[in-house]
């Protein structure tokens, strides 16, 4: 009976794991970015965010120039069929002038790689201190991996 009960546990089914994980990466010459989040597989919405921003530009507001990332700084996603879009934002906090940084990240599922995804960001950093000198904008690519 003992015998039968251990080979029954043995072929039940293995845990089923609901969430996976998205890592995207970029170091240029204009940013250096470690995103990682956790997502749930019913939905594919990130849910945990945690890593790090780094701006390498130079008119980069001192508090924003270095920040770790949490989930409130992922203001929207879009993750459906090959596409995979984020908006990460962030504002200058309490006494600071205002200054904030917007990346946005495009990309789609490489066609030689199902987890991979290759597209490319946009970085807005808006300063009200820069006596009305125009946003700083910057691009490169990113590549990001599922691993679901």
């Given at each position: ?30 940013l250096k970015l470690d995103f990682d989040g956790v997502y749930s597989h019913s939905i594919p919405k990130i ?102």
């Amino acid at each position: 009976m003992a015998l039968g009960l251990v080979l029954g546990f043995g072929l039940a089914p293995g845990t089923a794991h609901a969430t996976g994980g998205l890592a995207c990466r970029v170091d240029d010459n204009n940013l250096k970015l470690d995103f990682d989040g956790v997502y749930s597989h019913s939905i594919p919405k990130i849910h945990a965010v945690s890593g790090e921003f780094r701006s390498k530009l130079p008119r980069t507001p001192k508090s924003l120039q270095q920040f770790t990332l949490d989930s409130s700084d992922l203001l929207q996603q879009w993750w459906q069929d090959s596409a995979l879009k984020l908006l990460i934002y962030r504002e200058t906090q309490g006494d600071d002038p205002f200054a904030s940084v917007q990346l946005v990240i495009q990309t789609t599922r490489s066609s030689n790689e199902e987890l991979r995804y290759v597209g490319d960001y946009q970085l807005r950093l808006s300063s009200a201190g820069d006596g009305g000198q125009p946003p700083v904008t910057a691009g490169g690519n990113v590549s990001c991996w599922d691993s679901q």
